[in-house]
């Protein structure tokens, strides 16, 4: 593939900014890392003061709003709430959290938290009374501003008697209940007088460092209770190859990723890479996800690349997508799951584009990615990130190709930036994932002969079966090409005879539903499996359910699914 221009901001921050290959990115990718790094002056200041006009952020929501805002509006918006957040006492190092769907608020509302130095922890509307009171005693949570939706205000009111740390509650409308501060767009849009001058002095300083937190993720909790995911300030500098390298996102993109602003991939797809390339970010803004819309908007905004996870591909894929000018459109990714390649080459058979996947963590970015000058292979997480010191590990040995080893990144000469700091407040547990110089991801693959990298499943669900160690997402991959099967899990199940067996839990396709009640549908299913994949990963027991369990950031929870005592 041809070098492709990408002028922006990254020739500040990368040695060799163009790359002609897969090999000329391995041999020359490296960061230049500035002493001091904040985003919010270094980035997006910068870009107001250079390219004023240029839109930033392009929202949209269902009922039929919109806005444009351009970079020197993300910057008139961010120092107002600035001026608002210092008066009413936020300062460096606070934890603020944020609980803010998809509103446009959220993009300067961050923007202005970086300026401040407090850490914002961005989560999900999903949240339940007791999962905003670990939050708030497991981190000492400052300040939670909040959408003013009646759910979201019902489940913070009731947890706030058992959160003596928050000291102030901030919604930014419609509703504003009694006890609450008002984030009004007038404060946004007009502010209420100059920068606190604290902060300007902090931007003199060029604030932010690698041992300054800017940013903090609960886990989506798939084994256990959610841990603290701590980010400095470079973390947002190593988004750059998410975005320039992975994303393939360029100056005049219009790049649309689907995500709740509560979950690590909004930042991953709709902020910091992006904005360093200098596109443009959209947004839609919905409370009930229809594949529909989605390519509705697609079509109208001529979006030009495009991320999801794998699940939002499964529903694109059943849609007759015919019907929409996706013309537009020329590069799309996945991320979050594991892409089954049945949907990868349905995808590429229904648009004539293929699917380039990547792999990384809340703790880290993208660790590995089809790149853009890569084939892809469907199913293949693809490549390491040259970002990252990647290796394939088992019992403290190297593997070699086609064996499966755990996903480890290489510390021990040197930590790169955008792996995370610690697990906040827990010394024990980021020791158990990052010793010896390895920081271990607990997530399992193999690699090919041209070094693309296949997952297998994370470590404590591969299924151990009369000798033979089955990894999960074949066996879902295989049930995937059958068109009744919309969505599955694959789990272990005590075996007296196998120690354990592999048991399919399965979510029938609109139009297969009635399949449910006829006895042979499961053995059909297990032929199936069997004509895919090798007999012996064939689930022995086959469930059918409505939904499978998942987290608040969507990902399937095996652990419910297995019973597991958490």
């Not at 360029?250 to 689907?258: C, G, I, R």
């Not at 703790?363 to 290796?391: A, H």
Request: aromatic share 12%.
């Amino acid at each position: 593939m041809q070098s492709q221009k990408k002028i922006g901001m990254i020739e500040h921050f990368l040695k060799q900014a163009e790359f002609s290959s897969m090999e000329d990115f391995e041999r020359n990718f490296e960061f230049v890392v500035p002493p001091r790094f904040n985003f919010a002056y270094d980035i997006m200041d910068r870009w107001a003061e250079e390219q004023p006009a240029k839109l930033a952020l392009l929202w949209t929501n269902d009922k039929g709003e919109e806005h444009r805002f351009t970079f020197a509006d993300m910057k008139r918006m961010s120092d107002n709430i600035v001026s608002y957040l210092t008066g009413i006492g936020v300062k460096k190092d606070d934890m603020v959290m944020c609980i803010l769907k998809r509103r446009y608020q959220f993009w300067p509302l961050i923007i202005a938290l970086h300026k401040i130095g407090a850490v914002i922890i961005p989560a999900t509307y999903l949240l339940t009374d007791k999962d905003i009171i670990y939050r708030c005693h497991e981190a000492d949570i400052k300040t939670i501003i909040a959408c003013g939706d009646e759910e979201i205000i019902e489940h913070i009111n009731a947890a706030y008697p058992e959160c003596p740390s928050v000291q102030q509650r901030i919604s930014i409308g419609p509703e504003i209940p009694e006890g609450w501060l008002a984030l009004t767009e007038e404060d946004i849009q007009n502010g209420h007088g100059a920068i606190d001058p604290a902060v300007a002095e902090l931007r003199e300083k060029h604030y932010g460092g690698s041992q300054d937190h800017m940013i903090m993720y609960f886990t989506s909790g798939t084994s256990g209770e959610p841990k603290m995911v701590i980010h400095d300030y470079n973390y947002a500098l190593a988004h750059l190859t998410t975005a320039a390298f992975w994303h393939n996102v360029k100056p005049d993109s219009l790049h649309f990723t689907v995500s709740d602003t509560g979950w690590g991939k909004a930042v991953w797809g709709k902020l910091y890479g992006q904005w360093i390339v200098g596109a443009a970010v959209f947004v839609y803004d919905h409370d009930i996800f229809r594949p529909a819309d989605v390519l509705k908007r697609m079509e109208t905004y001529r979006i030009t690349s495009f991320c999801a996870p794998p699940t939002i591909y499964r529903y694109l894929i059943r849609e007759d997508l015919s019907k929409y000018d996706l013309s537009a459109l020329n590069y799309v990714t996945t991320a979050g799951e594991a892409l089954n390649p049945s949907v990868s080459e349905k995808f590429f058979q229904l648009t004539g584009l293929r699917i380039h996947e990547g792999f990384g963590q809340t703790e880290t970015t993208c660790t590995l990615g089809t790149f853009s000058w890569m084939p892809v292979k469907p199913g293949s997480m693809g490549k390491p990130n040259p970002q990252y010191d990647i290796r394939l590990m088992i019992d403290g040995r190297e593997v070699g190709n086609d064996e499966v080893g755990e996903i480890v990144v290489r510390t021990a000469e040197k930590v790169p930036i955008g792996l995370f700091n610690e697990y906040y407040r827990n010394a024990e547990l980021t020791k158990e994932v990052w010793h010896d110089g390895y920081y271990h991801t607990g997530d399992l693959a193999t690699r090919d002969a041209d070094g693309y990298y296949w997952y297998v499943g994370r470590h404590d669900d591969v299924i151990k079966s009369a000798g033979y160690r089955i990894g999960p997402f074949e066996v879902e991959s295989a049930l995937m090409t059958h068109p009744a099967v919309l969505e599955c899990a694959v789990t272990a199940v005590p075996d007296p005879q196998r120690g354990q067996a592999v048991k399919a839990t399965v979510v029938l396709a609109k139009g297969w539903e009635h399949m449910k009640s006829k006895r042979s549908f499961p053995h059909e299913l297990k032929e199936h499996v069997k004509s895919v994949t090798a007999a012996y990963k064939a689930p022995r027991i086959i469930e059918f359910v409505d939904e499978l369990p998942k987290t608040i950031s969507g990902k399937i929870r095996r652990v419910e699914i297995r019973g597991d005592k958490e």
